[in-house]
């Protein structure tokens, strides 16, 4: 997921934050710096695909096609409807979910049990093909924004969407074996979408007790890591967060403490000032959500060295077992 789309405008100069921000800071500082070396090892081995100086996602302007980077071939790759997905190159159709669906079967008995967790797998493999459905304006509170957009690839052509599937199920299966009841916002059954607002509203009406929403971003070469998006104090319209900050802060914060330790990744060196977090206000997702919900931008898909681990099905399974683990914290409290 890039910073251009219906829920991604170009951000402003970043500014270190302080204040609210040290407990997260020192909550992640000592795991950092282990993640920052194994990180770092894993990095400079390389990976696939050129960079790029850009992010390429959609314009998000009203009308617009919403085309995925690179060419239409590019955006014609869509997944394949297994469960999880170890780096075999994309079908050329889209086949729908896996049968039977993995949110129908009953959650194992574990300290979870009686636990909702909403996981929306960011935009739709779909997508590509709506234009005109996904450019359709929502009203996300404090503006009117996209419905949804293509979201992002790497150089070669793996895109947002079938990764933030790939992850989904992966983190479905290990929620699942912690007794947690699992609900999706789409398993790749449904030709496009939903849009933002309904994404929220999914989580709102299974009264979740945790939503997570899975990313990857599309922002230049040399920008590295991954960051968790916090909802800010909204209050307008139709949105109010104030209920849900101090939770998501808490949800947040668990998951990027136990991303670096699981996947080895460093909080990103662009976004957060190194906290791994951020807080955005302009995120229909989040603005409408009023049960505790983050994004979490797993990586950048536009550099090569974080390509090469979004594209590894075994760094995948390290990226749902992070999310699970701080999910998993945070309901046990």
């Not at 090892?41 to 100086?53: E, H, L, M, P, Q």
């Not at 008995?109 to 450019?135: E, M, R």
């Not at 990857?216 to 109010?240: C, K």
């Not at 802060?249 to 990103?268: C, H, K, Q, W």
Request: hydrophobic residues 35%.
């Amino acid at each position: 997921m890039s910073y251009v789309g219906p829920d991604f405008d170009p951000p402003g100069p970043r500014r270190s934050r302080r204040g609210p921000m040290t407990v997260a800071v020192a909550a992640l500082v000592p795991g950092a710096l282990v993640g920052w070396l194994v990180w770092q090892a894993v990095g400079d081995s390389g990976g696939g695909g050129s960079t790029s100086a850009t992010s390429t996602t959609s314009s998000g302007a009203p009308g617009a096609s919403s085309a995925a980077p690179g060419s239409a071939s590019a955006a014609a790759r869509t997944p394949s409807a297994s469960g999880t997905d170890d780096g075999k190159p994309p079908s050329s159709t889209f086949s729908g979910p896996a049968t039977p669906a993995a949110s129908d079967l009953p959650a194992a008995a574990g300290p979870l049990k009686g636990k909702v967790v909403v996981v929306d797998p960011g935009h739709n493999p779909g997508n590509f093909q709506h234009s005109a459905d996904i450019n359709r304006k929502v009203n996300i509170g404090t503006n009117w924004k996209e419905c949804d957009t293509t979201g992002t690839s790497t150089n070669a052509g793996y895109t947002e969407a079938r990764f933030t599937l790939d992850v989904a199920r992966r983190l479905r299966t290990l929620l699942q074996q912690e007794g947690a009841t699992v609900k999706f916002t789409q398993d790749g059954d449904r030709s496009w979408g939903p849009c933002v607002d309904e994404r929220a509203r999914i989580g709102n009406d299974a009264h979740a007790d945790a939503v997570v929403s899975i990313h990857a971003d599309g922002s230049a070469a040399g920008n590295r890591g991954f960051h968790v998006i916090l909802p800010a104090s909204v209050h307008s319209g139709g949105a109010d967060t104030r209920a849900i900050v101090g939770p998501s802060r808490d949800l947040g914060e668990r998951i990027a403490g136990n991303f670096v330790r699981d996947t080895g990744s460093a909080p990103s060196n662009y976004v957060g000032g190194g906290t791994g977090l951020d807080v955005r206000s302009d995120l229909g997702g989040l603005n409408l959500s009023t049960v505790p919900k983050v994004f979490i931008e797993c990586g950048n898909m536009r550099d090569s060295k974080d390509a090469a681990l979004l594209t590894s099905g075994a760094w995948r399974q390290k990226a749902a077992r992070g999310i699970s683990e701080g999910i998993v914290s945070f309901l046990r409290g």
